[in-house]
């Protein structure tokens, strides 16, 4: 796996450090974290970081966040043309099937109910990006 | 119907704990130690964390923590060195982050087939600020492995 450039979306401080943590925990080969504390400053900076050749490749997103939540910041990426294609993955609390259906409908590559160990963290990244998992370090 | 409204008030009380403990467990490294039912008066200088939820139900989710429990499992949280001391700014995150987290895990649980929308927490330590709402809610007491920690929900009418 090339070393990733990854975005974390979350209106809490701690749990964007929680998730970029358990990123490094998980021995994924991380080299840019941005963060963003909602779904409006999460398209502000995929506009500006998401250019060739330096794309993102992964997109941590929560739900519930004031002014954009994650349902409508999904919908607004997966209309663009140009970063439609950058995986999304959801971390939340709510792991409702019917929320996790709608966003699958809506575009999201994976969902993570909260609370999430690390190592379920490492799988979802490599499902998502196409690659088999290698063993925990 | 008296035996109704107690069966759920059971179920949602016993969904509260697992709630809780799934959480503890996995993401703070802490444990239940006991639990009890919840005491009418608020924990003495307890730090409180407010979430409202509404869709396909609406209530509001309450939880108060003692110092000593925020502190370490803000530490724990955020994988701290066990003899560094967490600013205030830090354990208000953390706790706050721990009082949606509950809200969230305790609805799955609850209402498995729901859709809820969270509002952002409201973290306090004056208990003036945030309302209780005792009388009407369900909640369980629960002592951790470094503090206390209380935990209610509360329906509003319609919802039920």
Same mark, same amino acid.
């Given at each position: 796996?090339?070393?990733? =450039?990854?975005?974390?979306?979350?209106?809490?401080?701690?749990? =964007?450090?929680?998730?970029?943590?358990?990123? *490094?925990?998980?021995?994924?080969?991380?080299?840019?974290?941005?963060?963003?504390?909602?779904? $409006? &400053?999460?398209?502000?900076?995929? %506009?500006? &970081?998401?250019?060739?050749?330096?794309?993102?490749?992964?997109?941590?997103?929560?739900?519930?966040?004031?002014?954009?939540?994650? %349902? %409508?910041?999904?919908?607004?990426?997966?209309?663009?043309?140009?970063?439609? $294609?950058?995986?999304?993955?959801?971390?939340?609390?709510?792991?409702? $099937?019917? =929320?996790?259906? =709608?966003?699958? &409908?809506?575009?999201? $590559?994976?969902?993570?109910?909260?609370?999430? *160990?690390? &190592?379920?963290?490492?799988?979802?990244?490599? *499902?998502?990006?196409? %690659?088999?998992?290698?063993?925990?370090? | #119907?008296?035996?109704? !409204?107690?069966?759920?008030?059971?179920? #949602?009380?016993?969904?509260?704990?697992?709630?809780?403990?799934?959480?503890? /467990?996995?993401?703070?490294?802490?444990?239940?130690?006991?639990?009890?039912?919840?005491?009418?008066?608020?924990?003495?200088?307890?730090?409180?964390?407010?979430?409202?939820?509404?869709?396909?139900?609406?209530?509001?989710?309450?939880?108060?923590? !003692?110092?000593?429990?925020?502190?370490?499992? +803000?530490?724990?949280?955020?994988?701290?060195?066990?003899?560094?001391?967490?600013?205030?700014?830090?354990?208000?995150?953390?706790?706050?982050?721990?009082?949606? #987290?509950?809200?969230?895990?305790?609805?799955?649980?609850?209402?498995?087939?729901?859709?809820? /929308?969270?509002?952002?927490?409201?973290? @306090?330590?004056?208990?003036? +600020?945030?309302?209780?709402?005792?009388? !009407? @809610?369900?909640?369980?007491?629960?002592?951790?492995?470094?503090? /206390?920690?209380?935990?209610?929900?509360?329906? /509003?009418? +319609? @919802?039920?």
């Amino acid at each position: 796996m090339n070393s990733l =450039r990854i975005l974390i979306v979350d209106d809490s401080p701690a749990m =964007r450090a929680y998730v970029r943590r358990t990123v *490094q925990l998980a021995s994924l080969p991380v080299k840019n974290v941005f963060e963003a504390a909602n779904g $409006q &400053e999460a398209l502000a900076l995929v %506009e500006k &970081e998401n250019r060739d050749p330096k794309k993102l490749d992964l997109i941590f997103c929560d739900l519930n966040m004031p002014v954009m939540n994650g %349902e %409508e910041f999904v919908t607004k990426l997966k209309s663009t043309d140009r970063d439609s $294609q950058i995986p999304i993955l959801i971390i939340s609390t709510d792991a409702t $099937q019917r =929320r996790v259906m =709608r966003l699958r &409908e809506l575009g999201a $590559q994976g969902y993570i109910s909260k609370p999430c *160990q690390p &190592e379920m963290i490492r799988l979802k990244v490599h *499902q998502i990006l196409g %690659e088999t998992a290698p063993a925990a370090v | #119907m008296i035996d109704h !409204d107690q069966d759920r008030s059971d179920v #949602m009380a016993n969904d509260m704990v697992d709630a809780a403990r799934d959480v503890l /467990n996995i993401m703070f490294f802490n444990d239940i130690l006991e639990e009890s039912p919840v005491l009418p008066e608020p924990l003495p200088h307890a730090i409180q964390v407010h979430v409202r939820f509404e869709g396909d139900g609406e209530g509001e989710f309450h939880m108060e923590i !003692d110092g000593d429990a925020a502190g370490a499992l +803000t530490g724990s949280f955020l994988g701290s060195e066990p003899d560094a001391q967490p600013s205030r700014e830090e354990v208000d995150q953390v706790v706050g982050e721990l009082g949606n #987290m509950l809200c969230g895990a305790f609805l799955s649980r609850f209402e498995k087939e729901s859709i809820f /929308n969270l509002s952002s927490p409201v973290v @306090a330590r004056d208990p003036a +600020t945030v309302p209780v709402n005792a009388n !009407d @809610a369900v909640g369980r007491s629960l002592q951790l492995l470094d503090g /206390n920690m209380s935990l209610r929900v509360r329906w /509003n009418a +319609t @919802a039920a």
